[in-house]
């Protein structure tokens, strides 16, 4: 099945901290640029190339997704898939699959050769072109942390590629007509071959009526062929990310472009909206090799991949992989656990993540390596790196403020800088008001109470979304604890101490104390917008949310509804900007700064007075 769930729940897998065949690349390519980009969690900023890929995989989906027997050149029809309320496929859902209630098309219309077939893909193309592109253009515009201008997005070179992935495509529908079906052509005709997860078609899960294309004997027509060659792919219209598969064990994660299945082996297809050329062709070959191994993994050790290819929609052409041997498919597993264990279970400081830039790899159109393969200069894949203005190995000053104090609103702010943020905390005092804790069978616990400590008081609970697990069963109202680890916070003018899996409340006596009234929760703080990480849109998304560098680090600064100042909108990235009067927080295992609706966000340098990122 190209699509493994794994429930996390209870198994002390972070799902939002999987390895993932990207990080292994980006690990091997530089271990220090994997620090700033998972650790600190700096995005890269999003160039207009992203439109032409976007684009160019929406709209060959929804041309794969359709029947020439079901569906004319010219037709307005959308197979929209019916979506759960977690933006999956609803295949629970049997009367909402629009294919089920379509009338086949007089046969006399139907593509019978390979050009009438082709003709009938690129009306479909003209038709599903612009919505597809216009969605891409439009998911790029929203995104603040974008790069470039939009007249660097080529429609006419995305139709191009799109045509070409059409072609590529209609290759295997022709070879399955020349092996007149392939193994399961009598079982398709029969409506007995739908596999566990079937390809987007417009047809629910369960469905064992016979295709309206499907003939009762005879040679296999162009029709069937298209059919019966149909790789299963992402349903364009799933929600990002939801149709990936996980490890068996919940730790590694991948999202596979297409499996073609129709002669009864496993070929899976990377799709790139390129030429090949450039170090990331690199990537491709590795990651479509990661993708093998968890094929692997994720059916018993029992099936093994036929092959693998990249195809590059800008040359139309199929870059054929090697396939790992068993042998290494078991290297794999080790090495990976080990990397994972290193990498996202643990929390490597920046020492653990060396400056090892790996040689920059050259590869021609089509992705073939050049002659030589490698550039001569050790560090040439540092002249273009993201981070290169934060990195020892690079000489770019990216003049990141280190203050620590400003003069605004006729006041004077003392700054904090974001490696003094203390976001965690130790508090003992007496339980009152306790509520709980109950331990359900996953080992979930519900609790609340107020911590006391002479007049002074703090909310204690669990932090939202997590799942505290150290806690004493001795707890009780009166009873003297030390709350240890805790997330500082601040609700309603009320000290709030946020509890998550790396926390305690033990019990302790008199002698011990850890002083309510220390715990800091406000802090100010002056940094450089290095991204844009969410902007409310009125739908989906109700917050805004910034990471800020200064000399000392990273902070992550988030504001939600109504605490999001006027100022936000006109923040862009490279501006140096000021925090003021927020709240202590910590997200991901770094510091993070939360509006109130008494924050402020101030403008002091503009992103063209600073050097670029």
Known sequence: MPVRTFDAAGTGIDPYRRLSASQTNLWTSCPRKWFYAYRHGLKGPMPPVIIRGNAAEACLSRIMQESPVLIAPDSTTLLTSPLTMDKDPDYDDTTNWLAQR??????????????????????????????????????????????????????????????????????????????????????????????????????????????????????????????????????????????????????????????????????????????????RSGDYIEQLRLYAWLWWETHDHTEDVEGLEVWYLGTGTVKVIRKPTESELKDYEKELKELYQKLRAGDPSEADCPTKPAPLRIFEEGGKAADPPTDPDPNARCIRCDYRGLCENVEHDLDLPLERRIERFGHAWPITPFAEIVSRVDAVGNVGLL??????????????????????????????????????????????????????????????????????????????????????????????????????????VKRWAVTLLDQSGVCSVVAFRGSIPITAASVERGDEVAILNGTIGEFGGRAQVKLSPSSKVVHLRANDELPAF
Request: hydrophobic letters at 40%; a negative charge.
């Open 102 to 279: 379509l009338d086949a098309r007089p046969e006399g219309d139907w593509p019978d050769s390979r050009e009438a077939l082709e003709t009938w893909a690129l009306a479909r193309l003209d038709f599903h072109f612009d919505a597809c592109w216009e969605a891409a253009v439009h998911n790029w515009k929203i995104t603040k942390n974008r790069s470039g201008s939009i007249e660097d997005a080529d429609e006419d070179e995305c139709r191009v590629m799109i045509a070409a992935g059409i072609r590529m495509h209609l290759d295997e529908v022709e070879g399955c007509l020349e092996a007149n079906g392939g193994p399961m052509l009598e079982a398709w005709r029969a409506g007995e071959a739908r596999p566990d997860s079937p390809a987007p078609d417009g047809f629910p899960l369960i469905w064992n009526t016979p295709h309206k294309a499907a003939r009762s004997s005879g040679e296999v027509t162009w029709c069937e062929a298209w059919e019966l060659a149909r790789p299963w792919f992402v349903d364009p219209d799933a929600g990002q990310f939801k149709q990936a598969t996980c490890h068996p064990d919940g730790w590694f994660q991948g999202e596979y472009d297409m499996i073609y299945r129709w002669n009864g082996n496993i070929r899976i297809i990377d799709i790139k909206a390129s030429i090949g050329k450039g170090d």
């Open 435 to 540: 509520r709980g804790p109950e331990f359900d069978e996953k080992g979930i616990i519900t609790f609340r109470f107020d911590l006391k400590e002479g007049y002074d008081k703090a909310v204690v609970k669990p932090n939202y979304g997590k799942n505290p697990t150290n806690i004493s069963r001795a707890i009780a109202n009166g009873v003297r604890v030390r709350v240890k680890n805790a997330i500082p916070g601040i609700w309603r003018g009320n000290i709030e101490l946020l509890l998550d899996e790396e926390s305690e409340v033990v019990i302790t006596d008199d002698e011990d104390e850890a002083p309510i009234v220390e715990i800091v929760t406000q802090v100010n703080v002056v940094g450089r917008v290095w991204s844009i990480d969410a902007i409310p849109n009125g739908v989906d």
